[in-house]
């Protein structure tokens, strides 16, 4: 059964960069036909998709974030990251990794992080 | 504002059906069967409840079903529960500058 889990500072200040991981357990995130994705979830708010990761490495971000916003895989470590660049409180968010099949849904969640961008 | 539209909230009693809806465009819903419903009890991830319209992954209740017609996706849940009490998520792929879109999401209440 494969896994997803993140892990990453739960505190950033603002102006300065998030940084997450994914780590893939049960399976490898080299398998073909998958994209891995970060999806974030303000309190109390609805979800946001920020980009997705392919296991050839290609990458595909929201345009809305698309200038701040790098994902890139490990595949030695089996896992992909996230790194978002000059923080605000708008930020401030739940974020959870997750993959996606053929079906262009996504199947398998991490149990996401909690990020608060403050000083 | 989300790109597809959901009820803000729904509530039901146990036993009852109700269905949530989440309207799109022919550039989303309307135009793909790539529609995808999530669960998510508070504090807990999202969970796919349905995918490509009406099909449900293995291990989730057939009390759940999933249709489309135009630009609109439906989730059904029949026989309401109380632990079917959760945030509904509509999701479909785009032709727009995103691959996915979500509806805002529905608040289920089983009274």
């Known amino acids: 059964q494969l896994q997803l889990q993140e892990s990453g500072s739960g505190l950033v200040k603002p102006s300065q960069t998030l940084s997450l991981t994914c780590a893939v357990s049960?399976?490898?995130?080299?398998?073909?036909?998958?994209?891995w994705s970060w999806i974030r979830q303000p309190p109390g708010k609805g979800l946001e998709w920020i980009g997705y990761?392919?296991?050839?490495?290609?990458?595909y971000y929201n345009p809305s974030l698309k200038s701040r916003v790098t994902i890139s895989v490990d595949r030695s470590k089996n896992q992909f990251s996230l790194k978002l660049s000059s923080v605000t409180a708008a930020d401030t968010a739940v974020y959870y990794c997750?993959?996606?099949?053929?079906?262009?849904?996504?199947?398998?969640w991490g149990q996401g992080t909690m990020v608060t961008v403050s000083s | 504002q989300s790109a597809l539209t959901q009820p803000a909230s729904v509530s039901g009693s146990p036993g009852q059906s109700i269905t949530i809806s989440c309207t799109g465009t022919?550039?989303?819903?309307?135009?793909?069967?790539?529609v995808s419903w999530y669960q998510q009890h508070p504090g807990k991830a999202p969970k796919l409840m349905i995918y490509?319209?009406?099909n449900r992954p293995s291990g989730v209740s057939n009390r759940f079903s999933g249709s489309k017609s135009g630009n609109t996706a439906s989730l059904t849940i029949s026989g309401l529960q109380a632990e079917d009490e959760a945030d509904y998520y509509c999701?479909?792929?785009?032709?727009?500058?995103?691959?996915?879109?979500f509806g805002g999401g529905t608040k289920l209440t089983v009274l």
């Open positions: 997750a993959r996606a099949g053929n079906s262009d849904a996504f199947d398998i």
């Open positions: 049960g399976g490898s995130i080299s398998s073909g036909g998958y994209s």
């Open positions: 990761i392919y296991h050839s490495g290609s990458t």
């Open positions: 022919s550039s989303d819903v309307g135009g793909y069967n790539y």
């Open positions: 490509e319209v009406s």
């Open positions: 999701s479909s792929y785009t032709s727009s500058s995103t691959p996915w879109v």
